[in-house]
């Protein structure tokens, strides 16, 4: 089974800050997603990539397939990007996705 | 659109009690899923559907059952809740078995 490990589990950030969440997996994948879940529990894809670079307004996701690793960064954060942000990776021996633990942000005016 | 639309939103149960969690979706997506979520641990596949009139066991079926009814309908049934059902559930679809997920806002269940 693919393990999946996402860093930092919280982060507490000011407005306008640049963040960067990470999220890296043990074994090979077809594919990786970036959801949202904000307080009150409806959760959003992101983004769904299986190479390079994807960008959606100030939300940038990339991969690096060859060391196993992903970040979502965020540039000039907004108290409304406040969220759990969760990976999960396609693929790997398991059946559908297996998630991350998610990581908890925080943006402060 | 209204996506992927699961009721109830809010459930109370008493060990022993059965239940069902209902799931729809209005996208035309072949594949469906019920998730559970639980502090601590990240999401965690009950089970899915690939396609109308299949499912097939996630990680933690244990304890629950499930029906697809037809295309746009995926139910999760509780035959004896116990204490440690205790969970938000999610139902998500996607159009195929690797695609983008759409969730519905979940369901809190609580079994005393």
């Known amino acids: 089974k693919n393990e999946v490990e996402q860093s930092p589990q919280n982060l507490t950030a000011q407005e306008g800050e640049f963040i960067t969440i990470n999220c890296s997996y043990s074994v090979g994948i077809s594919a990786l997603h970036w959801l949202q879940q904000h307080p009150g529990g409806g959760i959003v894809s992101l983004f769904m990539?299986?190479?390079g670079k994807k960008k959606h307004g100030r939300l940038i996701a990339t991969i690096n397939i060859q060391e196993k690793h992903s970040s979502l960064h965020i540039t000039a954060s907004h108290p409304r990007d406040s969220a759990v942000y969760i990976c999960a990776v396609e693929g790997g021996g398991a059946d559908g996705l297996t998630f991350g633990k998610g990581t908890h942000l925080i943006i402060q005016p | 659109n209204a996506g992927v639309t699961q009721t109830p939103k809010f459930q109370v149960l008493k060990t022993g009690q059965s239940m069902t969690l209902q799931c729809a979706q209005d996208?035309?997506?072949?594949?469906m899923y019920w998730y559970r979520q639980d502090p601590g641990m990240g999401l965690r596949l009950i089970y899915y559907?690939?396609?109308?009139?299949?499912?097939d066991k996630g990680e933690v079926p244990n304890g629950y059952n499930v029906s697809r009814l037809n295309k746009r309908e995926f139910s999760l049934r509780l035959e004896s809740a116990a204490p440690s059902q205790t969970s938000v559930y999610f139902c998500?679809?996607?159009?195929?078995?690797?695609?983008?997920?759409?969730f519905g806002e979940g369901s809190r269940l609580t079994v005393l």
């Open positions: 998500a679809s996607s159009q195929n078995r690797v695609g983008e997920l759409f």
């Open positions: 990539l299986s190479s």
């Open positions: 559907s690939a396609s109308e009139g299949t499912t």
């Open positions: 996208m035309n997506h072949n594949s």
